[in-house]
């Protein structure tokens, strides 16, 4: 049972993989976003509002790769959440629905496929960065621990977008469900520390996801204090993840609505 | 032939089957039987509860209340078993459009965890058997309406179920295409697999189908074999038209024929037999012995056997009248239908 439920997740992530390369206007997008978000921040705004420590372009660029590396988490979710809607909305899920098929499979394959092409988009998206001036200065170790948090980070996002697409009546109305995230890296520690905010964003701030996520990998990036940061960001990923797989299963039982 | 059920039971076996949407009733309590082997149809307008009852019994969606087993599997207790043996083609395209037709037939081999070489075999057997060969390297999406729902089909019949379910398999296709699916039914059928397909064309239940059951407004409002369904309304009749309205009331009148149903009656010889089917069907007993002033034309009630009609055209020589044009109209399905959902 368990070995054909993982083997049913296999098949269904190489269906999303092959998704991936024959329309990749969206893994672009995903990858766009954020560079210009990078691109704008570093060129036009850098030389500019560099925080305390980091004025210079290069530091800029340095202090803001983290925030940038978790909004291309974001940028995946809505890409995500289309194509559980887009699936949902043809014939093919009633007629996986109809086969002997573990039914978390058909899920799993979009959360395998989202989070490789989550992890794709990163390691572009961090090359672009070290192009515009961003240096990490760290070990092999503390890259990867960088990365495992992002990726655990980008699994948490990706099952609230599978929920969010699942969630969603329409294709269109799932493209939009995830937007509102996209502010949340700037209500952060993204771009700015977040002591320079006013004392009710602050505090929102400080105690949102993105905030801690982005203060551990900057930490290990770039050899800052992390503290609580990298526990508080793996409990939140945990959470977000369980919350969202719950919900997600809970939509995808459901009879399909009425067509 | 199809393996044996498990239980010697029918491939199909429905009672009482419910379903309701919030407040819109859609199956108001179903009983059907489908045999091992046969063709089964099920017939009715848009809306009457068809793609519901197979939604249901293709255990996409849950019904409200009843009971079905399917190839001896409980729908309620054991869907997953139902799953094994049954087959779906939904009334929209279910195969993937951004695979190609190759990569949609081995993404449903895969499923069905059938190994390598076999899932190859499979997949070629199947392009070749629905003519996709040609077509296997290319996108689903560029497919026309009638490659993809021979695609659709071809999916389904990957994995050898013991039953499938079509749900409405021709509506929206050209004439050609239709027939080519017609045959692939009729084909499908004499493998001795069991078909259960739902239709609003009463031309395809009759060719298709051994069993038809007629649905309405969620309702099974009869069910038997086409000839038996035919058998449930009056015989047929015949047209007669004449030069001049004269003419027409001295037909009528040799005819035995005042114009009202009673004298209908009188020529009821053959078709008097069938008219005990027709019980319950008020509505159509209105229907023989129409004489129309106006277009000149005389129906008169027959079986359409050839004796009766030469007794009718002698009796209207035998008094020199002459009839213009004869038209014989034998009962069809839509006269069934039309006839007892009362439309």
Do not use: C
């Not at chain 1, 515009?132 to 099952?159: E, M, Q």
């Not at chain 2, 009821?268 to 034309?297: F, I, N």
């Amino acid at each position: 049972m368990l070995t054909s439920a993982l083997a049913d997740s296999v098949t269904m992530l190489r269906r999303n993989l092959k998704h991936m390369l024959r329309y990749p206007s969206m893994t672009l997008f995903m990858v766009v976003m954020p560079v210009l978000f990078l691109l704008l921040f570093v060129y036009i705004l850098g030389g500019a509002i560099g925080p305390a420590g980091h004025t210079g372009r290069a530091a800029y660029a340095t202090f803001i790769t983290p925030g940038i590396l978790a909004l291309t988490a974001v940028a995946a979710t809505t890409a995500t959440a289309v194509s559980v809607a887009s699936d949902m909305a043809g014939g093919i899920i009633a007629r996986f629905r109809t086969m002997p098929i573990a039914r978390v499979s058909m899920l799993a394959g979009h959360v395998g496929g989202a989070v490789i092409q989550t992890v794709l988009g990163m390691a572009a998206v961090t090359a672009i960065a070290l192009l515009t001036g961003f240096r990490a200065t760290t070990s092999a170790t503390n890259w990867l621990a960088a990365a495992g948090i992002l990726i655990l980070f980008a699994f948490a996002l990706t099952w609230l977008s599978v929920a969010l697409g699942l969630a969603a009546k329409t294709v269109e109305a799932a493209s939009n469900a995830p937007t509102p995230l996209i502010i949340l890296p700037f209500l952060g520690s993204g771009f700015v520390l977040t002591h320079s905010m006013p004392t009710a964003i602050r505090w929102f701030a400080e105690y949102q996801p993105f905030t801690p996520v982005i203060n551990t990998v900057r930490g290990l990036l770039t050899g800052g204090p992390i503290g609580r940061n990298a526990v508080i960001a793996i409990a939140w990923s945990l959470a977000i993840t369980l919350g969202s797989y719950l919900w997600a299963r809970k939509l995808f039982g459901r009879d399909p609505a009425r067509t | 032939m199809t393996s044996p059920s498990p239980r010697a039971a029918p491939a199909i076996a429905v009672t009482g089957l419910r379903k309701s949407y919030a407040e819109h009733l859609v199956l108001g309590g179903i009983d059907l039987t489908v045999h091992h082997g046969t063709v089964f149809a099920l017939l009715g307008p848009n809306g009457a509860g068809k793609t519901t009852t197979v939604q249901i019994l293709s255990t996409l969606i849950h019904a409200d209340g009843g009971e079905a087993t399917l190839a001896g599997y409980d729908l309620n207790r054991e869907p997953a078993r139902v799953r094994e043996v049954i087959g779906v083609t939904g009334q929209y395209s279910a195969a993937d459009k951004l695979l190609t037709g190759w990569e949609n037939l081995m993404l449903m081999a895969d499923l069905y965890h059938l190994r390598r070489a076999r899932a190859k075999e499979r997949t070629a057997e199947l392009l070749e058997q629905f003519g996709l060969a040609e077509a296997a390297g290319k996108l689903a999406a560029t497919y026309s309406g009638g490659m993809q729902r021979k695609l659709d089909l071809a999916m389904t019949l990957v994995s050898e179920p013991q039953i499938i379910f079509l749900d409405e398999p021709t509506t929206g296709l050209d004439p050609r295409s239709r027939r080519t699916v017609w045959q692939i039914v009729k084909d499908l059928a004499s493998s001795g697999v069991t078909i259960f397909l739902t239709t609003q064309y009463l031309e395809e239940a009759d060719q298709l189908a051994g069993q038809i059951a007629l649905l309405d407004h969620g309702t099974l409002i009869a069910q038997g074999t086409p000839d038996e369904l035919k058998r449930m309304i009056p015989g047929g009749h015949i047209r007669l038209r004449f030069t001049d309205a004269s003419t027409l009331s001295k037909a009528r009148a040799v005819l035995g024929w005042g114009g009202g149903v009673g004298a209908s009656r009188g020529w009821g010889g053959g078709v008097g037999a069938s008219r005990g089917w027709g019980g319950g069907v008020g509505a159509s007993r209105a229907r023989p012995g129409k004489a129309d002033e106006q277009a000149l034309t005389l129906e008169v009630p027959t079986s359409g056997s050839v004796p009766e009609l030469r007794g009718i055209l002698t009796r209207l020589d035998d008094h020199g009248i002459d009839a213009a044009e004869l038209t014989v109209h034998t009962p069809d399905l839509d006269d069934v239908f039309l006839t007892l959902t009362g439309n």
